[in-house]
């Protein structure tokens, strides 16, 4: 029987090597991505983080940084890291016909069966000049037996420059080295509040966490840290996830660029996120027959007064039709909208889905069939999105996401291609 095998790949701080990438001006230079509304810091080059810059700070909290380190800015691009995430989803499918997409910038691919035909040390570091050559990006690959194990050899790449960006943790003293020297809080799955609670059981290490009792962990803990135990010993027990489960509920909600006032202004983003929504959920091939969403003013200006509300939507028949949905959502915001208020943040979530195949119809209820129109506008946007919209979404949209240092979508808009003189 072949050995297990797992490589998780994970990219280099890959929001600002997007940026990077298509600015060979910043080589070597810091680089700092701003989350939405340019709040806080979402990602940051290796000089950045040389700097002192921490995950999460917020912006203001680094001004005074800017000029003195010619420290570049960037809003979320997320059109661009879509597409550079999905350029690299694509070559590494080409390198393994089984992958999982973990998240937008990682994926585990599984090697079992290669042991007898390529050294996994050569075959990572072909995963990475592979990557490198074809897309720009850099990326770290760690190799084990169990995906833990390649979680923890993937930690150990990045931390460690002399692996080159490489480990294979094959070999169960190289499993052992690793552990002994990585905190409890970075194994998967752990994290800083349950390793501060594993610190009362004097398990401070991944080996400390790895040598304790299965039966033990599971019975004070969970089930799943019990796994990550048995995982750190190499044994199998999270097999690869091809498909991506179906989600439960899809949400779409942003925080404001600028305060909303108006009830005018409100229908326009909650037609927006509620246009959006509806487009997930028809890429997802369901139907939603529960709908809420909500409106808030900051809840951290103690110099205004606070106000939340929602409302719920029970649909008769399950629907993905974006004209439905948008009716609803707008009656339910006449139903708890308040005059006299400066809101922040607003949203929508949809759940409760049931498959197309699955659908129970009303006897009573008539609801035309639109798929030919949905997948018509939806593969329009497709190509260029907000191409088609619905005239309840606004055109000028003020209250719209601030990205003040947001750069060109190089990959997705032929408006933004990059010209050479």
């Not at 917020?58 to 570049?72: G, M, N, S, V, W």
């Not at 006032?261 to 997930?280: L, P, V």
Request: net charge positive; aromatic share 10%; charged share 20%.
């Amino acid at each position: 029987m072949s050995q297990t095998t797992f490589a998780l790949v994970d990219c280099n701080n890959f929001y600002a090597s997007c940026e990077r990438l298509f600015r060979p001006d910043l080589k070597d230079k810091p680089i700092v991505v701003l989350s939405n509304n340019d709040g806080c810091v979402i990602s940051r080059s290796k000089e950045a983080k040389a700097l002192g810059i921490r995950m999460g700070i917020p912006f203001f909290q680094i001004a005074p940084l800017i000029k003195r380190y010619d420290i570049t800015l960037f809003s979320s691009n997320y059109a661009l890291y879509a597409d550079m995430s999905q350029r690299v989803m694509q070559t590494l499918g080409n390198l393994s016909p089984r992958i999982e997409v973990y998240s937008i910038d990682e994926a585990f691919l599984d090697l079992s069966g290669t042991h007898s035909l390529f050294d996994m040390q050569i075959l990572g570091e072909t995963i990475q000049s592979k990557i490198l050559k074809d897309i720009g990006l850099s990326v770290g690959v760690g190799i084990a037996p169990t995906k833990t194990l390649a979680k923890l050899a993937n930690y150990g790449a990045k931390h460690y420059p002399k692996t080159g960006g490489v480990v294979d943790l094959s070999l169960k003293r190289r499993q052992h080295n690793l552990m002994k020297i990585t905190p409890v809080s970075e194994v998967w799955g752990v994290g800083r509040q349950l390793s501060k609670k594993l610190a009362f059981m004097n398990i401070k290490t991944a080996w400390d966490l790895a040598c304790s009792n299965p039966a033990e962990i599971r019975r004070l803990f969970s089930v799943v840290l019990e796994r990550t135990v048995r995982e750190l010993n190499g044994e199998n027990c999270l097999s690869l996830e091809e498909i991506a489960p179906a989600k439960k509920q899809i949400i779409s909600s942003r925080s404001f660029g600028e305060r909303i006032t108006n009830i005018e202004s409100m229908r326009e983003a909650i037609s927006s996120y509620a246009s959006r929504a509806s487009e997930k959920l028809r890429a997802e091939n369901q139907l939603s027959k529960f709908m809420n969403i909500f409106i808030t003013t900051s809840q951290f200006n103690p110099n205004t007064p606070y106000y939340a509300k929602s409302q719920s939507v029970q649909f008769i028949t399950p629907t993905d039709d974006t004209r439905i949905i948008l009716t609803a959502a707008n009656q339910a915001l006449e139903r708890i909208w308040k005059d006299g208020f400066a809101y922040a943040k607003a949203g929508i979530m949809l759940a409760d889905f049931s498959y197309k195949h699955q659908q129970q119809l009303d006897f009573f209820h008539n609801n035309p069939n639109s798929d030919k129109l949905m997948k018509t506008i939806d593969t329009i946007n497709q190509k260029s999105r907000h191409t088609l919209f619905f005239a309840s979404q606004g055109i000028e949209q003020h209250w719209g996401m601030k990205r003040d240092y947001l750069s060109p979508a190089y990959t997705t808009n032929w408006k933004d291609l990059m010209s050479v003189k």
